[in-house]
């Protein structure tokens, strides 16, 4: 595949994809925002821009989390998402998902229900594409795989998923998401439409320590080893 892994983000050509940020995610009781929690995607943010060097950022979806609040602090998460782009010459475009119902309180950059990179279309995933592609980029899902009773984010890859061509569908970028296991998953139990053979997405795992991915089989081929 012609695209490089990176922190729960995928880079496609001069483009950086990342997905589901939900910031405010953890907004209750006495804290607007968790502590640490909005420096941390902004940081991990920054060090992707500042490694790949990409003409253009997009957001696939669910740059918020809240349907109903926009406290400060996500203001200035999103302020400070928007000045690494910014500071880098890169363009940040945003495509809404389900959660953005607040978009336009915090944002007033460009923003696409779907975005094309070549022969590639970027969306969030939570309602079908107009585009026809090779390749769908999405989110929405939140995938995560337990592997030796571990829990750990992972890209799913599925070849000829939808309409015959292949879907990339990316962890939630927010490390306060726990995710979605997939193991067990069939089709049906997606929230994404996009996904039409749970059988044959196959999971890539991020390893930050050794910064490089761990390939496992098919989820079908996958579950039968277990």
Not at 140 to 169: F, K, N, S
Not at 185 to 192: C, K, L, N, P, Y
Request: with cysteine.
């Amino acid at each position: 595949m012609d695209a490089r892994y990176d922190d729960r983000a995928l880079v496609v050509g001069d483009t950086l994809v990342v997905a589901d940020l939900h910031v405010g995610r953890g907004t209750g009781g006495n804290l607007e925002f968790p502590v640490g929690s909005g420096t941390d995607v902004v940081e991990r943010f920054r060090s992707l821009v500042e490694r790949h060097g990409p003409e253009t950022v997009v957001v696939a979806g669910d740059l918020l989390h809240s349907f109903q609040t926009v406290p400060r602090t996500v203001e200035d998460t999103v302020a400070g998402l928007k000045a690494v782009a910014r500071d880098a010459g890169a363009r940040l475009v945003v495509t809404p998902g389900n959660h953005d119902t607040m978009l336009d309180s915090v944002w007033d950059g460009p923003t696409e229900r779907e975005h094309r990179i070549g022969d590639t279309v970027v969306l969030h995933g939570h309602e079908a594409p107009d585009s026809d592609a090779d390749r769908y980029v999405v989110g929405h899902d939140h995938p995560t795989i337990v592997i030796e009773g571990q829990r750990r984010p992972c890209y799913l890859v599925g070849p000829d998923q939808y309409r015959g061509a292949d879907v990339v569908m990316l962890p939630s970028f927010n490390r306060l998401n726990a995710g979605v296991v997939v193991n067990e998953m069939s089709a049906g139990d997606f929230q994404s439409p996009l996904v039409t053979d749970a059988d044959r997405l196959e999971p890539v795992v991020w390893d930050e320590s050794a910064r490089q991915t761990r390939s496992f089989p098919p989820l079908g081929e996958f579950r039968r080893l277990l």
